[in-house]
């Protein structure tokens, strides 16, 4: 029904910047009501949650270890949503998943659809 696909990643040297994009295809409605999400998942660890946007895009929410370095944002019009990620350091090193579900969660569990992920490498 919904579709979600990542791109953007790629490698980095430590304190540059990447701009993740995921562009979601299939039921508008479906897309427009759902609260988005990324999660990120390096090898040997156990998926994680990065950040959260409510359907409008007033509210977000974000895990402690990327906060201030971060953002998150949507744009409904284009059915797409953004993670703008400065200041990386190479523990920001992973698999970039986006998730749509049914609103505002920090937990993988909400989320319906997903993304084939897009990997990002923070080197030294």
């Known amino acids: 029904q919904v579709q979600l696909v990542e791109t953007g990643g790629g490698l980095v040297q430590s304190g540059g910047s990447l701009r993740l994009s995921c562009e979601a295809s299939g039921r508008t409605f479906s897309i427009l009501i759902m609260g988005w999400g990324w999660f990120r998942q390096s090898p040997g660890k156990e998926r994680e949650f990065v950040a959260t946007i409510s359907q409008s895009g007033g509210t977000t929410m974000y895990s402690d270890s990327v906060k201030g370095r971060f953002t998150i944002s949507r744009d409904n019009a284009k059915k797409a949503m953004y993670l703008q990620m400065n200041d990386l350091k190479p523990e920001d090193t992973a698999v970039y998943y986006c998730?749509?579900?049914?609103?505002?969660?920090?937990?993988?569990?909400?989320?319906?659809?997903w993304g084939p992920g897009t990997q990002v490498i923070v080197s030294s």
């Open positions: 998730a749509g579900g049914s609103g505002l969660s920090t937990s993988s569990l909400s989320y319906t659809y």
